[in-house]
């Protein structure tokens, strides 16, 4: 059974960079089947898309963060990371980190996701 | 890319069914999703390709629709129903419905 758990820092000061890692449990990181993304949500609001990454492979971001953006894989310790700088309190949000499977009829979608963390921009 | 859903909260009692509707601004042919996420817990996939159920979920949940207009429908509305359903598209999502079984 795939499991995927988050964790972060909770508490991050404006204009310094976020760290979130996730631990993949149940399937590799490096899976050639799928790809594995970031999904963000703020406090009452809906789900927004931040990135996706395919192990060797291409990374997709979206175009009104790439500039602040980074996703990466660990093979070694199975894991996701994403890091997001100069965050202000819009980015406070539930941080999800889900598999994403991407099919050439089907579409792409989300399978599987973690629980979440909250990460809260504050002085 | 734009994913607009309605109604934005939709009332109905147990045992009925709901309608929940998707329009996409451009044609994505049948490459949607669709997702439940109840109170306080991670999103959960329900529907891709617009009409194929995930494993373990209820076929009390229909999607259907291509192009640009999709439909979830919830027959035999159940207490658990309640919750913000989101359809998706590649890296967008719907802003939600919120379905409230009174």
């Known amino acids: 059974q795939l499991q995927l758990q988050e964790s972060g820092p909770g508490l991050v000061n404006p204009s310094e960079t976020l760290s979130l890692t996730c631990i993949v449990s149940?399937?590799?990181?490096?899976?050639?089947?799928?790809?594995w993304a970031w999904v963000r949500q703020p406090p009452g609001k809906g789900l927004e898309w931040i990135a996706s990454?395919?192990?060797?492979?291409?990374?997709y971001y979206k175009s009104s963060l790439r500039s602040r953006v980074t996703i990466s894989v660990d093979t070694s310790q199975n894991q996701l990371s994403l890091s997001l700088s100069s965050v202000t309190a819009a980015d406070t949000a539930v941080y999800y980190c889900?598999?994403?499977?991407?099919?050439?009829?089907?579409?792409?979608?989300?399978?599987?996701w973690g629980q979440g963390t909250l990460v809260t921009v504050s002085s | 890319m734009l994913m607009t859903q309605s109604p934005a909260t939709l009332s109905v009692s147990p045992g009925e069914r709901a309608t929940l509707s998707c329009r996409a601004s451009q044609i994505v042919t049948s490459k949607l999703a669709w997702y439940q996420q109840r109170a306080g817990q991670a999103p959960r996939l329900l529907i891709y390709g617009a009409s194929t159920r995930a494993t373990g979920i209820p076929a009390r949940f229909t999607g259907s629709g291509s192009g640009t207009e999709f439909t979830l429908t919830i027959s035999s509305l159940q207490s658990e129903d309640s919750a913000v359903y989101y359809c998706?598209?590649?890296?967008?999502f719907g802003q939600g419905t919120k379905l409230e079984i009174k």
């Open positions: 990454i395919k192990y060797s492979e291409n990374t």
């Open positions: 889900a598999r994403l499977w991407v099919t050439a009829q089907s579409g792409n979608f989300f399978d599987y």
């Open positions: 149940g399937d590799s990181v490096s899976s050639s089947n799928y790809y």
């Open positions: 998706q598209y590649e890296g967008t």
